[in-house]
């Protein structure tokens, strides 16, 4: 009697060269637009500030399998923003963990496709979407790594305006303390929330200091440059020391001119002609950055 072998992760890291990080980040607006379009319409400008950001992690570093979405040295990412479930979704289908076209059937009665991130789709590891929670789930998730002796990572995705969930700092002092090195938090500081800026809730704050005073290692860059993002999850301490947190410039809304850096881009339900034009400037724009 033969034992079958569990399905191994396929590292990311060093697969796609930037201009092709930039081509999966396009592909994402473009699906997230089409989502965009349902009857009940859908979180856009906080799944498109990120649309670099999953492109680079999921292309060029997490060790993952699509094929294999479950397989049991995987590295983990938890979308803590739940509320990005479409820039999600549209990264695991341009991933290849299930076919484009049942992006289609988003927001659908008999869909799986949900408001936010449904384990029940191939590649979502938690729900999510009751902000703040995300970063203690991966507390949890790194430490089990530690214990079972692996050297798995864990990736948090957050807002910024769900810094300001009192949770999300017990977490941090907690993995801090633990020296969760493998833990690492993607913060898409896009500078708004459904309300208006964050600054108008919170004040001016100084992410970095604030997440170095709570003892983790820091990384800023910006959000929209895959060259960075990668040099900043590359550089990244593993192992037993300091958990990392990168902290992603980015611009909510980003490459839909109309609400380009608006809190109005929150939630929006796009007519056809208004996908046919979004998809029109994508494109356009993509065109011009593959002719530099």
Known sequence: MTTATPPQAVHSDSVAPDALLHEHAHRIRRHVARMCANPEGGHLGGSVSMAEILATLYHAVLRIDPGAPDAPDRDVLILSKGHGALGLYAALADRGFFPEELLAGYGSPDSP????????????????????????LGVGTALDFRLSGTDRRCFVVLGDGELQEGSVWEAAMMASALRLGRLVAVVDANGLQITGPVTAAMGEPCLADRWRGFGWDVREVDGHDPAGLR???????????????VIARTVKGRGFPQVEGQARSHYARLTDRQVTRALRVLDSEQQRRSAL
């Not at 936010?116 to 979502?124: I, K």
């Not at 900043?232 to 990392?244: E, L, S, W, Y």
């Open 113 to 136: 496709l949900t408001a936010h991130p449904n384990p029940a789709v191939p590649g979502v590891e938690m729900p999510t979407g009751s902000l703040g929670h995300g970063l203690a």
């Open 231 to 245: 040099a900043a999850f590359r550089t990244a301490p593993r192992d037993d020391g300091p958990p990392t947190v």
